[in-house]
C-alpha cells in the first residue's frame, strides 16, 4: 500500500504547516503509520509514529513542537508542525509501519513525499 503526502509548502522559520497522509482503496485505521523526513544529504529519518489506537511516538528534535493525529473515518494521518526551524527543511514521507517503536519495520512503499521549506 502506498500512502500519499500532502501539504507541504514554503515557510518563515517559526511558523506552521500540517501535513495530511492519505490513502486510497486501502483503510488504513488498523495501521501504525509513520511519518519520516529526509533532507538533503542526510539519511531518511523518523519524525513521528502514530498507532491505530492513537498512541505515539516523537523524534527528540520534534517533540513539543511537532503534533501526529489520525481522523480514521477520513483514513487521514496528520503533522501537524508548529515552530518550524530552518533544520526542518526535507521531504517528508508517510508510511505503514509495524509498530511505532523508533526500530520497526516499514510496510508497504514509499509514496513522492511532500516537500517542507522552512526560511529563516
Known amino acids: 500500500v502506498q500512502l500519499q503526502a500532502s501539504g507541504g509548502g514554503l515557510v518563515q522559520a517559526g511558523g506552521s504547516l500540517r501535513l495530511s497522509c492519505a490513502a486510497s482503496g486501502s483503510n488504513i485505521g488498523i495501521n501504525a503509520i509513520g511519518w519520516y523526513r529526509q533532507a538533503p544529504g542526510k539519511q531518511r529519518e523518523l519524525v513521528a509514529a502514530?498507532?491505530?489506537?492513537?498512541?505515539?511516538n516523537y523524534a527528540d528534535s520534534v517533540k513539543g513542537r511537532f503534533t501526529i493525529s489520525r481522523d480514521n473515518a477520513k483514513n487521514t494521518v496528520y503533522l501537524q508542525m508548529n515552530s518550524l526551524k530552518s533544520e526542518d527543511t526535507a521531504v517528508y514521507y508517510c508510511i505503514i509501519r509495524s509498530s511505532i517503536a523508533t526500530i520497526s519495520r516499514v510496510l508497504g512503499s514509499w509514496g513522492q513525499g511532500t516537500l517542507v521549506t522552512v526560511s529563516s
Open positions: 502514530i498507532s491505530s489506537g492513537g498512541s505515539t
